[in-house]
């Protein structure tokens, strides 16, 4: 038989705080808190009763939550929040607060109920996940940067030039537009490694690098470094002798760059580069395309560097 005493020892053993507040006097006073609510808080009864549980938030009152709490009070209903308490001692602890009004039978508000958890251990673990996927998702961009781009000269790395490489293939073997690569290298380069040392041959690389990358007009090409000193530029919507001109426009761009390069008989730093023009086709592989580019490269290093070899299959 269910009696006022089952009831009583119910809230009297929960383990969860209950309070309960006075609708009707000035500022809602606390008339009543179980055992568990006094475990929760480090308050007593005595320091409780009496006073508005807003004293709860100490001088942390500038939380959204506590407005959302007071405007569905403010309409009658019942509200779920959590909230940042603090105990007697003045430690935090994640209190989730819920809050039902209660009416006597005319409809009158007369009291409300409080049931308080102490939820810090999973807020703790919320926001330390939280931190952790904000660090791990700022890691992600970093290493797809660095996938993408090349550490030492900022161009596109050879990773996206190869995977650009496959997808254009693809593209275009429906369309019958021909892929356009020129294979760039840096003549002479350990040569002048030698002379000028390795931190002036890297700055030599980042010059060569982004006076490529400022060459380039299209929207449909792009300069990768493939490894070492040696670049590619990946283009489309280019004839064979626009693509021959373009190369040459290249050579042209680094010798006026006018890096001396004592141990080369041009004096200045220059590049030699191979031109290839194909249309891709299924039977072949876009593996074919670099190592014709890589041949005609062969030319024109053994014709004397400093210039362009094409080579159209
Ligand atoms: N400073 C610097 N040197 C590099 C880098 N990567 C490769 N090299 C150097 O580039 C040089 C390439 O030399 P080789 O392959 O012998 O070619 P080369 O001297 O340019 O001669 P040719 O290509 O035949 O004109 C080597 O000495 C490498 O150490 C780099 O990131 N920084």
Redesign the pocket.
């Given at each position: 038989m269910f009696t006022i005493e089952i009831l009583m020892q119910a809230v009297m053993e929960s383990r969860d705080g209950i309070l309960i507040a006075d609708a009707r006097a000035p500022d809602h006073p606390v008339i009543f808190a179980n055992p568990a609510f006094e475990q929760l808080s480090g308050y007593d009864l005595e320091d409780i009763l009496g006073r508005n549980c807003r004293f709860l938030q100490g001088t942390d009152q500038a939380q959204r939550n506590i407005s959302i709490l007071a405007n569905s009070l403010e309409k009658g209903k019942h509200s779920i929040v959590t909230l940042r308490n603090y105990r007697k001692d003045g430690s935090l602890f994640w209190n989730e607060l819920s809050i039902s009004p209660v009416f006597d039978q005319s409809g009158v508000l007369t009291h409300f109920i409080g049931i308080q958890k102490d939820v810090t251990a999973r807020v703790v673990l919320e926001q330390r996940l939280r931190k952790e996927r904000r660090l791990l998702e700022r890691d992600k961009e970093n290493l797809e940067q660095l996938v993408v781009h090349d550490t030492?000269t900022g161009i596109y790395s050879r990773k996206y030039f190869e995977d650009q490489l496959r997808t254009r293939w693809d593209q275009l073997i429906d369309t019958q537009e021909s892929l356009v690569m020129m294979f760039i290298?840096?003549?002479?380069?350990?040569?002048?490694?030698?002379t000028y040392?390795?931190?002036?041959?890297?700055d030599?690389?980042r010059k060569v690098a982004s006076i490529l990358d400022d060459s380039l007009r299209r929207d449909s090409e792009f300069v990768a470094r493939f490894?070492?000193?040696e670049f590619i530029v990946l283009a489309t919507e280019m004839t064979a002798e626009q693509a021959i001109m373009h190369a040459e426009n290249l050579c042209r761009s680094v010798r006026d760059l006018d890096i001396p390069h004592a141990a080369?008989p041009h004096q200045f730093l220059t590049i030699?580069c191979g031109v290839v023009r194909m249309k891709p086709s299924s039977m072949a592989q876009p593996e074919v395309l670099l190592e014709q580019a890589d041949s005609a490269l062969y030319q024109a290093?053994a014709r004397g560097?400093n210039q362009v070899a094409s080579c159209e299959p």
């Open positions: 030492l290298d840096v003549d002479y380069f350990k040569g002048f490694n030698d040392g390795h931190i002036a041959g890297d030599a690389l490894g070492g000193e080369s030699s290093k560097r």
